[in-house]
């Protein structure tokens, strides 16, 4: 694993992520959960796609790890998309 790979990064592109929630006040019981977290500037669905998908952007290095904690805390999952397989 890499620094990118495991740590989202301050900058405009952010990190997106999948997510099995469906229903609007999943999504929004999501955002709110995300926002409490330090260092998450704000949070984008793209909810007329499945899986869901989400942007997080920060304003300092947040780790993925404490983003999917979060989200498995509320029951359901956060994956990250990308590389996750370095060859």
């Known amino acids: 694993m890499s620094f990118l790979s495991e740590n989202v990064i301050p900058g405009y592109y952010g990190k997106k ?8 006040t999943d999504l929004q019981t999501i ?4 926002l409490k977290l330090d260092g998450i500037k704000d949070v984008l669905f793209e909810a ?11 304003y300092k290095v947040v780790t993925v790890d404490a983003i999917e904690d979060c989200v498995k805390k509320l029951n359901f999952h956060a994956i990250p998309k990308g590389n996750i397989f370095m060859l």
């Open 17 to 24: 992520f999948t997510t099995d929630a469906k229903e609007l």
């Open 48 to 58: 007329d796609v499945y899986p869901v998908v989400f942007t997080i952007h920060t």
């Open 31 to 34: 955002h709110n959960a995300l």
